[in-house]
């Protein structure tokens, strides 16, 4: 069963539009989040984080939502450039658990021009 | 700055061949260390992770091991190869008491074909 899931495996958003990532988590006991962007045929780099005693957090033109009571948070990225075009994963993970991060399956992003 | 180095790039083995990934890191000291394979179409999945030199912990039990003979340096091997070890291997680092919940930072990885 998955913990983290991300729903959607692929998004195409126009070049300077809004591009809203989705990430569901089943486990209440999840108490960080991380986003990862990767390109093909290279290793994730970290892109952005949240704790769960916040619900938001900004960098830049990359903000995560986090929802709790939904089990539900969100990557925006505001404006969109070609170079956003990657596959993001969201993942999580719990107080108890210290060196495991659930990685959901990834959503692919495709920024039109 | 901190570095890693993950090799080869690229690999294709027989079934029944051994294998052996290597992955160090640069500039940073008492890393933990991490492997991690990504099947198509799914997450991450963390093989093993090693918080010092001889600790090893396996996440999956499978046809893989792994070894940290020096600080920086770990290695992910198997004495016979299975077609369904075929995937992306990314070898990672972090610092800190929780690991985890810090930014890891991962390698270029390695895309194993196993024939």
């Known amino acids: 069963d998955q913990q983290v899931k991300q729903n959607s495996p692929s998004l195409s958003v126009q070049e300077g539009r809004i591009s809203i990532l989705n990430c569901d988590y089943t486990n209440s006991m999840f108490d960080y989040f991380l986003w990862y962007k990767k390109y093909p045929a290279e290793g994730p780099t970290f892109l952005i984080s949240?704790?769960?005693i916040k619900d938001k957090n900004e960098d830049g033109r990359f903000t995560v939502f986090l929802n709790k009571s939904a089990k539900h948070l969100s990557l925006h990225i505001v404006p969109s450039q070609p170079g956003d075009s990657a596959v993001y994963f969201c993942a999580a993970s719990e107080m108890d658990s210290n060196y495991q991060l659930i990685w959901g399956a990834g959503t692919k992003l495709i920024i039109k021009p | 700055s901190q570095t890693i180095h993950q090799w080869p790039a690229t690999l294709v083995q027989p079934v029944g061949s051994p294998l052996s990934l290597e992955c160090t890191v640069e500039?940073?000291?008492?890393?933990?260390l991490y492997w991690y394979r990504q099947a198509a179409g799914r997450g991450l999945q963390l093989l093993f992770y090693?918080?010092?030199?001889?600790?090893i912990s396996s996440e999956v039990p499978q046809n893989l091991s792994a070894s940290r003979p020096q600080d920086r340096q770990f290695i992910l091997s198997s004495k016979k190869l299975l077609l369904s070890d075929s995937g992306f291997y990314l070898c990672?680092?972090?610092?800190?008491?929780?690991?985890?919940?810090?930014?890891?930072?991962f390698g270029q990885g390695t895309r194993l074909t196993v024939v």
């Open positions: 949240i704790s769960s």
């Open positions: 500039g940073t000291s008492n890393p933990n």
């Open positions: 990672a680092w972090s610092v800190g008491t929780r690991p985890m919940n810090t930014e890891a930072f």
């Open positions: 090693s918080v010092g030199i001889g600790q």
